[in-house]
């Protein structure tokens, strides 16, 4: 049995660990908080992912459209506690499904954040992380 990889996707696997690496250890001025979704485009088009999460047996599905050039942070986007498998399927054709994990604790909620970013060549990252 022969195992084929690409260059795109040793891309994209460093792309999402560089990025998991450098967010989680160097921090920034703003780390989202748990259960935050951040969404960037970084390529001269806009683009529109929709991003499923099921918890516990229920599944909300919700579409973004992303500017060219433009990210956001939505706070709160998973607000309860348990592993949640996000699926996010982006208009180029990428699909691509992640757990997120979220606890809750007597300060309120911990455990993941998560984001997704289109490239600059219009590929799909996405990554979950704890940030401090």
């Not at 450098?22 to 485009?41: E, R």
């Amino acid at each position: 049995m022969s195992l084929e990889i690409s260059r795109r996707s040793v891309f994209s696997l460093l792309g999402a660990t560089a990025t998991v690496f450098v967010s989680g250890c160097f921090g920034s001025a703003y780390d989202p908080p748990p259960g935050s979704l951040t969404l960037s485009n970084h390529h001269d088009q806009s683009h529109t992912v929709t991003v499923t999460v099921t918890t516990d047996g229920e599944t909300r599905s919700e579409e973004f459209t992303i500017r060219a050039g433009k990210s956001r942070t939505i706070e709160g986007y998973i607000s309860q506690a348990g592993t949640h498998t996000v699926v996010i399927e982006a208009d180029t054709g990428d699909t691509h499904e992640m757990e997120v994990e979220t606890t809750i604790r007597a300060n309120g909620l911990a455990g993941q954040a998560f984001s997704v970013s289109v490239m600059e060549d219009g590929d799909l990252i996405t990554s979950a992380g704890i940030y401090d």
